[in-house]
């Protein structure tokens, strides 16, 4: 079972939080800092195993995670999950994200959270991993995407319009720009085992 | 109107979105928070608005804040309104934000059952897909009873994408409400085999999560896995199911050597390293389950040690990392096999990598040698010091002593290094493992008494040093080591050299700031110190060495009494009025001396941890007797029910009661026993005499003396046990020397060579003889201690309450809850069905067929009983012919309806399990069963080819070959010889049970059953098509693959096996399948292609092998057998040419195959008989000569019958079509005349079920 997705950036800043138990927002929030502690402060040529924390955890436990870029992606395993096989499930998950946003960036992640959620939503299901092609997940989201196209029809159009003044809205933008270290491209992946 | 909407969405184009919302946070990052309450407040008022778009959009941000450890859980409401949104759009945003923040105990959580339960009917996949995606994340027991129904009959939807889901979230009901398991569990098994592989991979991830936790339970389920880990090409699934297979084997050892090959073959084949990683965990899971009396899997321990050590050696940590996991848990049985890589691992204890360094110690921990430890445990001691981190530090330190206690100090052969060790440990600044270096401390200076004078010498340095360890009030854990060295120094004064001063040290005003309980041990302490002085002075004539001590006693004492801590008060005021009266007897020149040290003498001895549990309760004793009656409960109620205050006392009174009597008074036996055993202040009743310390022999070795005893702890330069290391070394060559000298070797001159090789040379553990010969005290236990030691569960472990028997037949009270209408079983005893099909006229009818049916009932009560047993033995017999061939459906489809009929047929199931453990080879069963059927069609037919002979050699099997020659080829004959060859397999394997069983009665039903010569007419029926080059097998059966939701009027499938040999000895390839569609059954052929084309076989076969294939076929009329014409074309290859050939063969459905063994109850059945709708016909039978148990047996193998009801000589059956037609039989049998009068819906079909019957019987 996979007890928590988390995903933040290289400052710890939460990305994505997906708890498959519950805890209060507060011990969520904790949870992210202690993990990203944990994980922070590794180099980059240890291995992506990590016994887990004091809040997550215990001894069935363990921090699963991978680095790219900016991001941290981690899952939080119990025992009954092979941990080669999350590092590459980890993976199908960006390769994925990088479909789906086409080249994706951190950016993408912060200001579509709700599409990573639905992703994510079909590669692992309450805790428990529901398809790791590729190909079939792509499928599914398309799908849903175009549905939610299809109902937004004529009425949807203008609202898009307005958003897409809005990302042009001028006094904005270059405080946008400034941000720059977000807007590091995840790099070509390393290839899938 | 549409102006309205116009406007709306005009409205919702200035409100902020998500993305502003995030765009907003980035652009005030100074008053964050300020900014995000505009934020909230804004979207509180978007949730009052009527406008979905709006509500949608302000719940999506909700879901973006609570990530940010918002709590948004007063938004609840709303975000049910958005989840029941029709559009998919805002039904998604709704659910999502539910998935985030809803659980267990969010109220509303109860409003949405209805809404889930339409999205998971919803025609759109999506919505049902959203759906249980928000479910799994916020099922409650509630939600999980409600809906388990519709989730179950989601997991037969004809969309995988629904199907992987329902099946998946499964597990989250069964957790919540666990009552769902048996009745899903049928289903859920059938979904191992479903065509979608995304689905499949669901199942047997549930599957497994159930088995991880309760293992016991999904044995029966391992001939499946097997057969999935031999055929899956899907690494997550075949991962799953060896991670599985790991959690199996321990409780089936048979198991685990039918794992070995496979495994090894995988680990050998795959280039996967996932799997082959859990290929070694499993083989290793395996080795360890056959570690006893398995002595030739030495090849496999090499082979997993030999990959383990290709993955540590590996420049990838992650492989690095799993290489040490593995490694150690091989280490725990073949310890020898992994030391031999020692050098690897102590390499990997100086890896950069924490998670790598900490698996390496694990594993030191079954490296160490009395040869090494010192070794070892000099270069953890370099690491404590260098580590920074005090998490990893703590790590080692408990390794340390981990490694160096283990199995009785068995490793130790000096323990004033150990000590040593343990007081350089002291100096680590902010450990949290104080106490546990002080447990150690205690625990060898009481049990090596020759170590006592060492130990006592360095605990009074210790404390005369304490300010080192308390002086920074952080690293107060620590300090529990002064708790340690005042109660030793007090304890064994007699060794202290210098007891004046040591009594000073713990009389400093300092001491009053430690915690309590240590300042405790130090004032009883001081009194023991101060009776060792007094007597050591007592011979002397200069008396003020004792009276300085009376005084100092007296002068310092009154700063404990003033403590805030009771012990400490109590104890220091007693003592303080001893020593003063002591104080008064000086004065007076009287000798107390002997007095005081009276007070102290005896001996502790130590005391296992656990010896109070393990106390055996003497016979007679009950313990939860009460011991005096407890006032009535009865009596007070009913006495004075009104009263309020004679009404509650009892009620306040026995709780107390019980409390006082029972569990308190045992805690608190529990709480002195402990706190005597740990409490070195408490005297023996008996105090044992002192024994005289034997002066150990080795000491002489060791000088002792050269030890500076007032060394500061922080010695400069070398730490103080690296002494030892060297003085070890020194003494062992020396030894050594000795040795050789009196055994008078001539090789003296390798004597040189052997001080550098010293760890690797010859020496063996033998060799190495203690420095002290230690005399190690074992813990007292009780006299006739129990040994068991109680692991007790987590109680609140949520996977606890689905340890259920999934064996056991289902009752019908533990059906799912079902909403009215709702056909939710596609197997289903006609009760349902026909509540099903008209549901209020029936219940009255239903109830006075009951009732006619009690008396009956209690009449026949016993010998019901009688033939239900018998009949499970026919069951079970049928399912070890059915699962002779598991690979087709019919044996899965039967899952279900066993699992659901009454009579138990866990036995059955038990028996299968063990007959496909006990098969040697390791080809499955099933395999194995069907190419023993092909061999044996195929002898007759073609003489010439070069055929292969049946693969097991069996006694029978000349017999059979014999039998095979004399008998013409007629088609069924054949089948009857298969089935006996069949038959005569299972029979040995029954035999093999009887061995095991013990009930006298079934056995001998059983034996005669098997016995009986005549053969058992086949399941399956096997057409035979034969060539010189080929031969064909096929089996053909009806399988319901029908809509499970209910819709059984169409739909109807038919899988047929073919099984397909190759006699000859050339390669056969490009095989086609193809029929002759008729009007009524056709086979299914891949979209697109034409309705006369063949299908492709799926394989090739290579010479003498044989492979089965099934083909799906539709059937619109089952009331009529059918004849299909078919061809198979296929490409003979030899070396140097290849031919096609081709090859006819006929299918014949019978009307039998389109029965499906159905359970009934004889209420049900009684009811079926009188609704009236159905048509009679009988028939009879002459010259039967078998026993009438036989003859049902042979009806319900043949034909898919259940036997409802059985009187004497006279039976009632029942079966259903796969189109739901019930079939109801009455057989009766006079001497040897069979009659069977039979009923069904369709006249049709039971004229010739009965004509097949007849059949059956005119054959034998």
Known sequence: MIKAILIFNNHGKPRLSKFYEHYNEDTEQQIIRETFHLVSKRDENVCNFLEGGMLIGGSDYKLIYRH?????????????????????????????????????????????????????????????????????????????????????????????????????????????????????KVPNLPSFK | M?????????????????????????????????????????????????????????????????MLGYDVSWAA??????????????????????????????????????????????????????????????????????????????????????????????????????????????????????????????????????????????????????????????????????????????????????????????????????????????????????????????????LCVQKLRILIEDSDQNLKYLGLLAMSKILKTHPKSVQSHKDLILQCLDDKDESIRLRALDLLYGMVSKKNLMEIVKKLMLHVDKAEGTTYRDELLTKIIDICSQSNYQYITNFEWYISILVELTRLEGTRHGHLIASQMLDVAIRVKAIRAFAVAQMATLLDNAHLLTGNTQRNGICEVLYAAAWICGEFSEHLENPVQTLEAMLRPKVATLPGHIQAVYVQNTAKLFATILKSQEGNSDSTTSEETTQLLIDRLPVFVQSANLEVQERASCILQLVKYIQKLQQKDVEVAEEVSALFAGELNPVAPKAQKKVPVPEGLDLDAWINEPPSESESEDEQPKAIFTKEEPKHARPRHTEVDEKELAKRREARKQEQANNPFYIKASPSSQKVYQDASGVEHIPVVQIDLSVPLKVPGLPMSDQYVK?????????????????KKKRKEKRSGRGKKHDSGPESEEDITPAHMVDIVTEEMPENALPSDEDDKDPNDPHKALDIDLDKPLADS??????????????????????????????????SGKEKKKDKDRDRKKSKEEKKKRKHKHEGKEEDLLGGDANEPVAQSEEPSEAAEPPASATAEVSDLDFWLSNAPVSSRTQEATTVAAAAAAAPTTPTAPSITAPVSEPDEPQDAEMEETKSSKHKKKKQKKEKEEKK????????????????????????????????PPMSNYCLLAENAYIKMMGEDADQVCDIQGNLQDGSQVVVSVIFENKCSSF??????????????????????GPHDGLTVPFQLPPGVSNEARFVFTVQSIVMPQKLKGTLTFIVKNEDSSTHEKLDFKLHFTCTSYLITTPCYSDAFAKLLESGDLKSSSIRLEGINMPFHHLLARICFHHHFSVVERIDSCASMYSRSIQGHHVCLLVKTSGQTVSIDAKCDEPTLLGNVLDEIKQTFSLC
């Open chain 1, 68 to 184: 790219y870029a900016t991001l941290y992606f981690v899952f939080c395993v119990d025992s009954s999950e092979s941990e080669l096989g999350i590092l590459d499930l980890i993976q199908v998950f960006v390769e994925t994200l990088d479909k789906c946003f086409e080249n994706v960036c951190e950016l993408d992640l912060i200001f579509h959270v709700d599409k990573v959620h639905n992703i994510l939503a079909e590669m692992v299901m309450g805790g428990m991993v529901l398809e790791t092609n590729m190909n079939e997940i792509i499928t599914q989201v398309d799908a849903q995407n175009k549905m939610e196209k299809a109902e937004a029809g004529i009425a949807g159009a203008p609202a898009r319009a307005v958003s897409a003044v809005k990302n042009m809205n001028l006094p904005e933008m270059p405080r946008n720009i400034n941000i720059g270290d977000i807007s590091i």
């Open chain 2, 2 to 66: 549409a102006l309205k909407i116009v406007k709306g969405s005009i409205d919702r184009m200035f409100d902020k979105n998500l993305q502003d919302l995030v765009r907003g946070i980035r652009n005030h990052k100074d008053d964050e928070a300020k900014y995000i309450s505009t934020c909230i407040d804004e979207i509180k008022q978007e949730l009052k608005q009527d406008n979905i778009a709006v509500k949608a959009n302000a719940v999506c941000k909700l879901t973006y804040l609570q």
């Open chain 2, 77 to 302: 409401f709303n975000i049910v309104e958005v989840m029941s949104s029709s559009k998919f759009t805002y039904k998604r945003i709704g659910y999502l934000a539910a998935s985030q923040c809803f659980h267990e105990s969010t109220d509303v959580i109860m409003l949405t059952t209805n809404q889930i339960r339409k999205d998971l009917s919803s025609p759109n996949q999506y919505d049902t897909g959203v759906a249980l995606t928000g479910l799994s994340c916020f099922v409650t027991p509630d939600l999980a009873r409600d809906l388990a129904n519709d989730i179950m009959t989601l997991m037969s939807h004809t969309k995988p994408y629904i199907r992987k889901k329902a099946v998946l979230i499964m597990y989250k009901v069964f957790l919540k409400y666990p009552e769902s398991l048996r009745p899903a569990f049928p289903r859920l098994k059938e979904k191992l085999e479903d065509p979608d592989p995304g689905v499949q991979s669901a199942a047997v991830n549930v599957i497994c999560e159930l088995a991880r936790r309760n293992p016991k339970n999904y044995l029966s389920l391992a001939p499946l896995f097997f057969k999935l880990m031999t055929s899956s090409t899907n690494n997550w699934v075949l991962i799953k199911i060896i991670k599985l297979f790991g959690a199996l084997t321990p409780l089936e050892p048979r198991l685990g050597k039918k794992l070995i090959e496979p495994l090894t073959n995988l680990i050998h084949s795959t280039s996967a390293m996932s799997l082959l990683y859990e290929c070694v965990n499993t083989v290793i899971a395996v080795l360890i389950s056959l570690s006893s009396g398995m002595p030739n899997h030495s090849a496999s321990i090499q």
């Open chain 2, 727 to 743: 003085l070890e070394e020194e003494r062992r060559q020396k030894e050594r020397a000795e040795k050789k000298k009196k055994e």
């Open chain 2, 814 to 847: 533990e059906k799912l809850p079902v909403r009215a209408h709702r056909a939710a079983e596609a197997l289903k005893s006609p009760v349902e069905d026909a509540e099903a099909d008209n549901a209020g006229p029936q219940e009255s009818r239903k109830k």
């Open chain 2, 985 to 1016: 397999k299972k029979k040995k394997h029954h035999h093999h049970h009887h061995r095991h069983s013990d009930g006298g009665v079934e056995e001998s039903v059983q034996n005669g059953t098997v016995e009986e010569d005549e053969p058992l």
């Open chain 2, 1068 to 1089: 056969l390839k490009s095989m086609e399948f193809n029929v002759l569609d008729s009007l009524n059954s056709k086979l299914q052929r891949p979209e697109g292609s």
